[in-house]
């Protein structure tokens, strides 16, 4: 087994994604690209770890981690789909994997995964020779179309004593039962300090990753008291459904929470306490492409990084257009300083300030060499925009360092100006020279920097709709070819 790190006790893994024979995790296959697909969610536990695909949520000081964040892939039967998991000690809060040190990895395939006995696929971590490293569990499930979604809202009494100088720390942790019998946990509440009557805020889950759309499936619920060294001390637990929780509050969604060990041991042991459903309220996700199929216009603006055509019109027909408006600044430009990110910005914003009711949303694309000479001002501009229908990407082109282009993505930590932070996410940058495939397979490469920059898109769309609680609108009906009548003569 492997030890936590002395200072962090936070290990973690990198899932390098596909690889050999197919491209990287989220790459376009245009061979592929209309192959049906079966969508399944993978759902890792055993180790803490970082995926390149996607992040899970770092547990502290823990060798058994069962992790609540899952990973949507698709499947295609008669693809090799390779995987790479590595894992990684935490020193720090850094991204950069080179920061933290490598323990070792483990290699599969999905269809390993999917054609494993219950879909449930363990296998040692593979790490520095003679020392054993633990082993990875891997679950995958196919997902259901379900697209509700359910908020709800928890409260307990009169729950067990934990805390020698206190009460008790108390949260809930849901689990998901699976088809082979098993559990995966799905979801964690927040910690409630001090007491044992706590009120644990409401959250909002898919149906989806509650039950797979299986209205009956049993949904088991732990009570746990919250402890700083990771050893959190079970207080009990009580199954339900979906179907039972869709009742409402009432007095069918009263439940005693039980301990197995205590049961056995005490004679006059009734319960750990009881926990009672305040709420519970279904709503319907809607999708991006709900509001594009409603006539929600996506509106596109180029921006590249020199002094660029006619300010006084500045606009091009198309993708056509951009490129002659490019092709024939190449022969003219003179290329000087400064860099200023926020006039273009500001530029766009004025346009999306004035069209907030969802029918219209706009991307900015920049192109730059990462210089940048107007960060206080890009900042503020980037805060303000973040309230409008609006997104930023910023492609960097050249060999310079991008600090200031990842500090703008705002990933690790949301952008701020004058102590005020962005309402949402709205900016993705991602450096052009990870993308040149030296294979000489320039097709492939260009389709995955084409992918990448775009990939934060409909979720930052999303974001502005559901704060702003616009829905999409009704799609039109379909196109009716007008029926033509064939006249014959006898």
Not at 59 to 69: A, C, E, H, Q, S
Not at 201 to 220: E, M, P
Request: hydrophobic share 35%; charged share 25%; proline share 5%.
């Amino acid at each position: 087994m492997f030890g936590p790190d002395k200072q962090s006790g936070q290990p973690k893994l990198d899932c390098g994604g596909r690889f050999g024979n197919m491209a990287s995790v989220g790459e376009f296959n245009s061979f592929s690209a209309s192959i049906p697909a079966t969508k399944v969610e993978l759902s890792v536990s055993s180790i803490t770890f970082l995926l390149q695909f996607g992040r899970t949520e770092v547990i502290d000081n823990t060798l058994n981690p069962d992790f609540v964040r899952k990973f949507i892939m698709d499947y295609f039967f008669e693809e090799r789909e390779n995987l790479r998991f590595d894992l990684y000690d935490v020193d720090s809060k850094s991204p950069n994997l080179s920061k933290h040190d490598f323990l070792g990895q483990v290699f599969c395939t999905l269809g390993e995964i999917v054609g494993s006995q219950g879909s449930r696929l363990e296998k040692a971590i593979a790490g520095i020779p003679g020392k054993k490293c633990g082993t990875i569990i891997v679950t995958a499930e196919e997902l259901n179309c379900c697209r509700d979604s359910v908020l709800m809202q928890f409260c307990a009494n009169k729950l067990d004593k934990k805390d020698f100088f206190g009460k008790s720390d108390p949260f809930l942790v849901f689990h998901r039962s699976n088809e082979d019998g098993s559990f995966t946990i799905c979801h964690k509440t927040e910690v409630v300090k001090n007491t044992l009557n706590p009120v644990w805020q409401a959250f909002k889950i898919s149906v989806r990753a509650l039950c797979n759309g299986d209205y009956d499936r049993t949904i088991k619920i732990e009570v746990y008291d919250w402890d700083r060294d990771g050893s959190h001390d079970f207080i009990g637990e009580f199954t339900t459904s979906y179907r039972e929780l869709s009742r409402g509050q009432s007095q069918f969604n009263v439940y005693e929470v039980i301990n197995p060990k205590k049961k056995g041991k005490k004679k006059k042991y009734i319960n750990s306490g009881t926990v009672t459903l305040l709420s519970f309220l279904i709503e319907t996700e809607v999708s991006f492409l709900d509001y594009i199929k409603g006539g929600t216009q996506i509106n596109f603006t180029v921006a590249i990084d020199f002094t660029n055509g006619n300010p006084q019109n500045p606009y091009c027909n198309g993708i056509d257009g951009v490129m002659e408006a490019y092709y024939r600044s190449l022969k003219s430009v003179q290329l000087y300083g400064p860099t200023n990110f926020a006039p273009v910005i500001n530029h766009v914003a004025r346009y999306a300030s004035s069209v907030k009711d969802g029918s219209q949303y706009f991307i900015l694309l920049i192109i730059t060499d990462g210089v940048i000479s107007d960060m206080a001002q890009t900042k503020e501009s980037i805060v303000n925009a973040s309230k409008l229908p609006m997104s930023i990407i910023i492609v960097g082109v050249g060999p310079a360092e991008f600090d200031a282009m990842e500090e703008l993505d705002g990933d690790v930590v949301r952008v701020s100006s004058r102590g005020k932070y962005a309402e949402r996410d709205i900016v993705q940058f991602v450096p052009f020279r990870d993308y040149i495939d030296r294979s000489g397979n320039h097709i492939l490469s260009m389709a995955r920097l084409a992918k990448d920059v775009l990939a934060e898109i409909p979720d930052q769309f999303l974001s502005y709709m559901r704060v702003r609680g616009i829905k999409p609108s009704p799609a039109p009906p379909p196109y009716t070819p007008p029926l033509h009548v064939l006249q014959t003569q006898i």
